[in-house]
């Protein structure tokens, strides 16, 4: 799907007493092409500077392109974060057209087919529960909010696949800590959107729904979770969460939630969808392990998107430096 | 002899049209963003399918009253293991890498491998007998030996349920043709299909 696909696809609406008032705000959002290209220049350039040797004629066209851009959609911080896997992302391509979401359907081509249908403006978040300030906020209010960065992290799905993608969002941390955990908040819920007029799968029970996850709160206030608005330097496609998603670099991607309406802190660990539809293929950490098998797939060895052999799995996923403390003294082959 | 030689081509046609469904798919969208995942489920269809095929053969002949559909019986077969050949290997090469450990650890681990593996080391045997002289060779323990596809059919198709998504039926298809491929040869069933 081509980046004009991809456009076209949000600005397919539906029609109706409130199209009108959907098409205004909302398709403002849309970064147009020519922008993202200034960006992708803004990239280049802070690049080239970082070397020492970038041409001053491209920056100063960048930084013209970033004012414009701002408008449109929030500027990822363009510092490359300490976060950032070195390793090069997989093609925006394969990214899009390759995604489970089950509200869509089971098959990995069906969220590409099916999930343009899906309205993400208006958008709001519900942050509740065990928060001394809960709060409902418009996305367009998050965006302004908190500055977008860009994140190259490792995907890896239970599935024994796994992506490279430069995502852009916003710590979770910041969020939570606006809202003022109490003492008692001990666990992070998320919920996706229930509307099966727009997830057609719901009609189905294929999984209960809506979609949920949880995090243990520490999990959650880690600086690596992030919930992503946008990828590749553009707004985040409707078949990879959009508008907002939850992203856990070193837990199976099931954990990384799409298109969350609401946050809620709570006492107890809170239900999760995979972990109530199979309790000993899914559990409620599900932190990448390879020494821990999954009945269908070996999780010792995974396929990059891209490559044609399989390339060994690493402990969280790579991330077993930040996040590894988080489970001391825990014995992982029990809380898998 | 016109008609076995229909019954001939037919059966080469549907032997290769797993290649065309693959080129298709190739040329479309280089099998997607997981080729060597797609090729993997695409050649094992193709080898199941035409498993469910060859077992349709005799019921068919019977039922029309056609003995002479028999040599699209044993090349449906071949086409089956062939099929299921390249979809093993495939999975070795590019799936384990070829490494003995970790073939090991997946037939111990993975019940869907397990059943599958199986299944294909059940139509070799069945392969290497399908020729003339291995059926005069044989004799009566050819049919007996040959009873086997029933076995590896029943693992092929619970391979696909094992492996698949939950809450996705995926084997639901085949085992339900199988479950028809099966029924009519129950002796009450055969004798009323039988056309004579």
């Known amino acids: ?37 200034g960006r992708r220049r803004l990239l280049a350039a802070a690049a080239g500077l970082a070397l020492g040797c970038g041409p001053s004629g491209s920056v100063e066209e960048a930084r013209s ?27 925006r391509r394969d990214a899009t057209r390759y995604n489970n979401f089950y509200e869509f359907g089971p098959d ?10 899906l309205r993400t403006r208006p958008w709001t978040l519900r942050v509740d529960g065990e928060v001394h300030r809960p709060r409902t906020i418009d996305l367009d209010l998050l965006l302004r909010r908190y500055p977008a960065e860009e994140r190259i992290y490792r995907l890896r799905c239970v599935e024994a696949w796994s992506m490279v993608i430069p995502w852009i969002g916003f710590p979770l941390a910041r969020l939570l800590e606006e809202c003022r955990p109490t003492s008692h908040a001990r666990y992070v819920a998320f919920e996706s959107l229930l509307d099966p007029e727009q997830m057609p ?56 939630i799409k298109s969350v309406v609401r946050i809620r802190l709570t ?10 539809r199979a309790p000993r293929e899914y559990g409620f950490f599900a932190n990448v392990n390879p020494e821990v098998d999954h009945p269908r797939w070996s999780q010792r060895r995974e396929r990059r998107i891209g490559e044609l052999r399989r390339r060994p799995t690493l402990p969280f996923n790579g991330y077993a430096e930040q996040v590894a403390h988080l489970y001391r003294g825990m014995d992982l082959r029990r809380f898998f | 002899m016109a008609r076995g030689e229909t019954a001939r081509r037919t059966a080469v046609g549907l032997a290769m049209a797993p290649a065309l469904w693959i080129g298709i798919g190739l040329a479309r969208d280089g099998l997607g963003a997981n080729p060597v995942e797609e090729l993997v489920h695409r050649t094992g269809r193709a080898a199941l399918l035409l498993l469910l095929a060859s077992l349709s053969v005799s019921p068919l002949g019977r ?64 392969g290497a007998t399908s020729h003339g002289a ?15 596809v029933y076995v590896a059919a029943s693992l092929a198709v619970l391979h696909v349920g094992l492996q698949g998504k939950l809450g996705t039926r995926q084997a639901a298809p085949f085992a339900a043709a199988l479950a028809l491929l099966l029924a009519v040869r129950l002796p009450p069933v055969r004798r009323r299909l039988t056309r004579r």
């Open chain 1, 1 to 37: 799907m081509s980046r004009a696909d991809a456009l076209r696809g949000r600005a397919r609406r539906p029609t109706g007493p409130d199209a009108g008032k959907a098409t205004g705000p909302a398709e403002d959002r849309v970064t147009p092409p020519e922008l993202v290209l």
């Open chain 1, 65 to 91: 392109a970033s004012t414009t851009e701002a408008k449109a959609f929030p500027v990822p911080v363009l510092r490359p974060s300490p976060f950032d896997t070195g390793e090069p992302p997989t093609s």
């Open chain 1, 108 to 117: 990995k081509r069906d969220p590409a087919r099916r999930a343009h249908i």
């Open chain 1, 201 to 256: 799968a719901q009609h189905t029970d294929l999984l209960p729904w809506p979609y949920r996850e949880g995090l243990r709160l520490d999990e959650a206030m880690h600086p690596l979770v992030i919930l992503a608005t946008g990828m590749y330097g553009e707004v985040l496609p409707p078949q990879n969460g959009a508008p907002l998603r939850l992203v856990v670099p070193w837990k199976y991607g099931f954990k990384s």
């Open chain 1, 267 to 276: 006492r107890r660990q809170p239900p999760t969808t995979w972990n109530q």
């Open chain 2, 63 to 126: 039922a029309w009253g056609r003995p002479q559909l028999r040599p699209a019986r044993r090349l449906l077969g071949l086409a089956a293991l062939g099929w299921a050949a390249l979809h093993a290997g495939i999975t070795a090469l590019l799936d384990l890498g070829l490494d003995p450990g970790a073939a090991l650890e997946e037939l111990r681990e993975r019940p869907h491998m397990a059943a599958g593996a199986a299944a294909l080391a059940l139509l070799i045997p069945l």
């Open chain 2, 134 to 148: 291995a059926m005069r060779w044989l004799g009566r323990r050819w049919k007996a030996l040959h009873r086997m």
